[in-house]
């Protein structure tokens, strides 16, 4: 498969992204010839971890408030406890959210990444799964809520793409680029 040059989105916070849910999906990207971007609530660089221990940093690409989501094919959501917490209150993330579903994109949540999906109102009627401490969450917010490896849900206004944990990478990488090849 090829995505010939396009562009995806990875939105993260500042900090606890867990660091594998970034770095596979992105390579992943990169490999299919598409171009991954970092976007964050701040510019400078942010921290992944490995189960709540610090690992690599990252540099930011642009700025939510900044990035255009027109540009963009997708929209990959990486999960970490802290990341998906810290992002579902900073205003211009769930902002950036809202106008990319608005576009009808492909939108991939990873683990405790689709919380913020709840704060920008994109999970009513929705069929995803997450981590299983996000399932009441989700399920108070409109979605079903599955524990499976991975789900796609295309009876919507975009597809989405989740995914609960590190193990499921594989299968959610190939999905994501066979979405974003036809997108």
Known sequence: MTINGKRVAFLVSREGIEQAELTEPWKAVEEAGGTPRLVSVEPGTVQGVHHLKPADTFPVDETAAGADPSSFAALVLPGGVANGDLLRWQEPAREFV??????????????????????????????MTSWPSLATDLRNAGAEWVDEQLVV???????????????????????????????
């Not at 106008?99 to 069929?127: E, Q, S």
């Not at 975009?158 to 590190?166: A, D, E, M, Q």
């Open 98 to 127: 809202r106008r990319f579903v608005a576009k009808g994109r492909p939108v991939a949540p990873i683990c405790h990444g689709g919380w913020i999906l709840v704060d920008a109102d994109a999970v009513r009627g929705r069929r």
């Open 153 to 183: 849900d295309e009876n919507g206004p975009f597809t989405l793409i989740s995914s609960r944990k590190p193990d499921d990478l594989p299968a959610f990488c190939k999905e994501l680029v066979s979405q974003v090849e036809r997108a």
